[in-house]
């Protein structure tokens, strides 16, 4: 069957496109880039933002009266479209003044300055001047803290960018488009703090944001503090997902593995030990993955009330999504602490004890591609006596602006190790950062403790890809092990639904909140839609992994030795007390049953 | 953790369940479900609105932005006695807005609220098609013309044994 096709001109040339093709993609399709503002085209999750509300995009076509925007408007047999009269410009300024009076004028010390689309389009349309503001009040709201991030929307330009990404793809309803007209802004049902709301503080909102509306909560200040501090030891983990993406914030190309010259500029920083969060997610496996086979194992033995499929804890926006939505579920997920909170709890006991300091002279700090783990860290349950077992935990970007802060050049570092013992690492522990990767890393692990045999092939590419929904058998020497795995909150939901509902029947599932996984993480260089990024990001997460000379978990000779030294063994009284957690309800009762 | 009890009466409850049932829980049917939950309880306050929004299975943000987008919702109670002051053309140059003013600075509302005591709430609307008594007031569904400020605490005195 050949697909209807509608032939057009757009600025003299001759294009066809299927039918229902948008101006602004015809146009694409010539090589012609007609800006855009509030549209955002998240093309692989099939999504696409085009409210037509900012109309930058706007264009003239003949026997019409009035200007068109190209973002929403549909190609129509023989059209005739204009991209760049002096009316079109004329009406892209008008636009862009308009804006631009209700907006503040604060760009110097603007969290976004240098990022911000609307600030490029300002500089791309030539505004020199915005008339009319002495006329005007500009439209005022209340500044809404959060752990993890910061709505200033005095800013917001109602692109709806993040709207798409709250309600569509992660489906958790935190914000929507309320009031009208001048006082018209995104935000919480009832204009609450987003603290209020059921955010998952997942980040994507602020990873779409084209303004300085939402941006992360900054650490940079207090870790420039405490590093300065004589009186601690500083100590700083890295993710996985960082090392795959810092390289961007430099100008290299995404997919740059950046993992020695990170730990050089960490080391110039002035952070007293280097350590890889890789080493508590290789600690990750070894009590997920035992908590994995101890509940397979009671369960094939006819154990009624053990729970399957376990689902794995380590990204807290997914924690927060079923506080707040599967509250019926709450004995699922492994009790296992995420990868950062295991690094915090064994950095303030076992190397504070190897130091000899008390845990209050450490101070740990985490390099996440997260906005939720800023949270995470603050969480009650993750402190001890009020001393958190992570004190700061900052993102991608803030490394990258620290390490520019320090004058360092980052692209001429020498790559160097991390310290010993908690920055020594397997593969296992590096493909956390991807979708998938997770799973694959408790599945090498678990594979060869149940059937104490050597894995026949370590690359399990079953468990991998970028498809949203996915699921793998993987076989455990004639046991059928059944994987579900989901990344981007609205993926999550539906395969916990099938869950729920019985429908599907999974031994263990892995979730990540961000689409493409920590890769793709609301605390990454922003990558604006642009999944071949993501991609690029991902193949040098397996790259890493295919580099190391060790690629299990439950051979790091440091895991093994922080067992036998500390821990005992894996689910132990102590591995429990440190490594351990439970869930809460966020459930609010909205009304008498 | 927030653990908020809000303070719906179980009848009252189940009469949102109900309007929202009528419409199949269907959440194209927002708008239609509001209007009749309005017309129920006379506005929308959180609690409703968080029950409509479990019922139609969206978010509450998005029952939020739709109450707050048409100005036909509300949620502020109407007071016993609304009060209407009509702001179109003629009403407007023969003076509506001293005596929208004298309202405000009595009963120390804003256009759209009610006073905390529930007795009077303060709105405007365009031409009731009285032009000659302009300036005019509505209480009610009694209609005061050619209203000047001074008289505004006089009309507001007939209400205060009610």
Not at chain 1, 288 to 304: C, M, S
Not at chain 1, 419 to 448: C, H, K, N, Q, W
């Amino acid at each position: 069957m050949t697909m209807e096709t509608i032939k057009l001109t757009i600025d003299n040339k001759q294009v066809e496109v299927p039918k229902g093709t948008t101006i602004y993609k015809a146009a694409k399709k010539l090589g012609i880039d007609i800006p855009v503002l509030c549209y955002m085209d998240l093309h692989d999750l099939g999504v696409e933002n085009k409210p037509a509300g900012c109309r930058v995009c706007v264009v003239e076509v003949e026997g019409r009266r009035n200007l068109a925007p190209s973002c929403a408007t549909e190609c129509a047999e023989g059209m005739v479209v204009k991209t760049h009269t002096t009316r079109v410009i004329n009406a892209r300024r008008t636009v862009m003044e308009l804006i631009l009076s209700d907006h503040p004028k604060d760009c110097l010390t603007c969290p976004k300055s240098g990022r911000c689309d609307l600030q490029n389009m300002a500089v791309k349309l030539g505004i020199r001047e915005i008339p009319g503001q002495e006329y005007a009040e500009m439209s005022t709201y209340k500044k809404d803290f959060s752990p993890s991030i910061i709505r200033d929307v005095d800013k917001c330009i109602m692109c709806r960018r993040c709207e798409t990404m709250c309600n569509t793809v992660q489906t958790v309803g935190a914000l929507s488009a309320v009031n009208r007209g001048f006082m018209a802004v995104v935000a919480p049902a009832f204009e609450q703090d987003l603290e209020k709301s059921p955010c998952t503080y997942c980040g994507q909102c602020v990873a779409v944001c084209p303004t300085g509306a939402l941006t992360e909560v900054d650490h940079t200040t207090k870790v420039i503090r405490a590093i300065a501090d004589p009186t601690k030891t500083v100590l700083v983990q890295t993710a996985p997902a960082v090392r795959a993406a810092l390289g961007e914030e430099f100008g290299m190309k995404p997919g740059t593995l950046v993992t020695g010259k990170m730990v050089a500029a960490l080391r110039q920083i002035g952070f007293d030990y280097v350590f890889d969060t890789d080493f508590a997610a290789d600690l990750t496996i070894m009590e997920e993955g035992t908590e994995l086979l101890d509940r397979l194992t009671r369960f094939l033995n006819g154990d009624k009330s053990v729970k399957l499929p376990i689902l794995t804890s380590c990204c807290p926006g997914w924690v927060n999504f079923f506080e707040h939505n599967f509250t019926d579920m709450l004995d699922v997920p492994s009790s296992a602490k995420s990868p950062q909170q295991m690094f915090g709890a064994i950095a303030k006991s076992y190397f504070a004890d190897k130091l000899g300091k008390k845990r209050e002279e450490l101070v740990v700090v985490s390099v996440m591609p997260c906005l939720a783990k800023k949270y995470e860290c603050q969480r009650d349950e993750f402190k001890h006596d009020g001393n958190p077992d992570v004190d700061f935990s900052i993102s991608t970007r803030e490394l990258a602006h620290l390490i520019k802060e320090f004058n360092i050049n980052f692209e001429d570092l020498p790559d160097e190790d991390f310290d010993r013992p908690l920055g020594e690492s397997t593969g296992a522990g590096v493909i956390f950062g991807a979708t998938g990767g997770v799973i694959e890393a408790a599945v090498r692990t678990a594979y060869e403790l149940y059937t104490v045999k050597p894995l026949p092939k370590i690359d399990f590419t079953e468990l991998r890809g970028m498809e949203g929904i996915r699921s793998a058998t993987i076989d455990f020497n004639g046991l059928p092990i059944n994987i579900g795995i989901a990344h981007g909150l609205g993926n999550a939901r539906k395969l916990l639904e099938d869950v729920r509902s019985g429908k599907a029947n999974y031994h263990a599932i892995e979730v990540m909140a961000c689409p493409g996984g920590c890769i793709g993480g609301g605390g990454q260089p922003l990558h604006h839609g642009n999944s071949a990024i993501i991609k690029a990001r991902m193949e040098a997460i397996y790259r890493e992994d295919a580099g190391k000379p060790i690629r299990k978990s439950h051979e790091n000779p440091y895991i093994v030795k922080l067992y036998e030294e500390f821990l005992g063994k894996p689910m132990s009284e102590k591995a429990h007390h440190l490594l351990h957690t439970h869930y809460f309800s966020k459930k609010k009762d909205i009304y008498i049953k | 953790m927030s653990h908020i009890k809000l303070e719906l009466k179980p009848e009252q409850v189940a009469k949102i369940k109900e309007i929202c049932k009528s419409f199949n829980n269907d959440p194209g049917e927002l708008i239609n479900v509001l209007h009749k939950t309005q017309e129920t309880f006379g506005y929308l306050p959180a609690e409703v609105q968080e029950v409509v929004a479990a019922e139609l299975n969206i978010s509450v943000a998005k029952v939020y932005g739709v109450v707050t987008f048409y100005s036909f919702f509300t949620m502020i109670p109407k007071g016993k006695h609304p009060i209407s002051i009509c702001t179109g053309t003629a009403c407007y140059v023969r003076g509506a807005e001293k005596v929208l003013d004298e309202f405000k600075r009595i009963l120390d509302v804003k256009v759209g609220e009610t006073t905390p005591d529930g007795k009077f709430s303060l709105n405007c609307l365009r031409c009731v098609g009285a032009c000659g008594l302009a300036p005019v007031v509505l209480i009610g569904e009694k209609v005061y013309g050619r209203v000047s400020p001074d008289g505004v605490k006089d009309i507001l005195k007939e209400y205060e044994e009610q």
